[in-house]
């Protein structure tokens, strides 16, 4: 039972335009949802956050929207960068525990 | 500029006997977070700790598997009489509260011959 999904296990984009990363989930108790990036061999890497409290939250290129009548959230990079060619993983939890549950990432490849 | 450390970075056992999985949490970070992540698959929370403290196991194989997070050094995750299936990542996360982000090690490899 999937309660964090992304649909798109790929997505390509050019140099220097958005990217939108998209994550349902299925679970109206998560409060709390995160998105992470991940090369190979590494651990994940924080990326930015957001509480169910708010609808926005931005960090220089990056942009988490959430949508909970949707319960949808999505993660725009702009401008994309080579460098940003990752995993990225959506991840959400609930209450005190934290316990994160996870997606299973979406691969992005930047082109030059 | 330590992160969370994790060692070994990867670990080789022969079915049948004992793998220990260490975790040091940045510092200042006393709550920390094991994490799974078999071949193919996503990530899936096994323990949450505190010091001296399992907060949540709810992830944790019945059998076999144990976690401590000591008052002195680092977070062990045991994995006793081991099995081809668990061979997998075995990544460490700590965060300085339960309501902050967790940042994450780069994980233990786990191979079972």
């Known amino acids: 039972d999937q309660q964090v999904k992304q649909n798109s296990p790929s997505l390509s984009v050019q140099e220097g335009r958005i990217s939108i990363l998209n994550c349902d989930y299925t679970?109206?108790?998560?409060?709390?949802f995160l998105w992470y990036k991940k090369y190979p061999a590494e651990g994940p890497t924080f990326l930015i956050s957001?509480?169910?409290i708010k609808d926005k939250n931005e960090d220089g290129r990056f942009t988490v929207f959430l949508n909970k009548s949707a319960k949808h959230l999505s993660l725009h990079i702009v401008p994309s960068q080579p460098g940003d060619s990752a995993v990225y993983f959506c991840?959400?939890?609930?209450?005190?525990?934290?316990?994160?549950?996870w997606g299973l990432g979406t691969s992005l490849a930047v082109n030059p | 500029n330590a992160g969370v450390m994790q060692n070994p970075r990867h670990l080789v056992r022969r079915r049948g006997q004992e793998a220990r999985l260490r975790c040091s949490p940045m510092?200042?970070?006393?709550?920390v977070y094991w994490y799974r992540q078999l071949p193919e698959e996503g990530l899936k929370f096994m323990v949450y700790?505190?010091?001296?403290?399992?907060?949540?196991e709810s992830g944790m194989p019945k059998e076999r598997f144990s976690a401590e997070f000591p008052k002195e050094g680092p977070s062990i995750l045991r994995i006793q009489q081991v099995v081809r299936g668990d061979s997998a990542a075995y990544f460490c996360?700590?965060?300085?509260?339960?309501?902050?982000?967790?940042?994450f090690g780069d994980g233990t490899r786990l191979s079972i011959l």
């Open positions: 700790l505190q010091k001296e403290n399992i907060i949540d």
């Open positions: 957001i509480s169910s």
């Open positions: 996360a700590s965060s300085m509260g339960s309501n902050q982000p967790q940042h």
């Open positions: 991840a959400a939890t609930r209450g005190n525990n934290r316990k994160l549950i």
């Open positions: 679970n109206s108790m998560f409060d709390y």
């Open positions: 510092k200042g970070h006393s709550h």
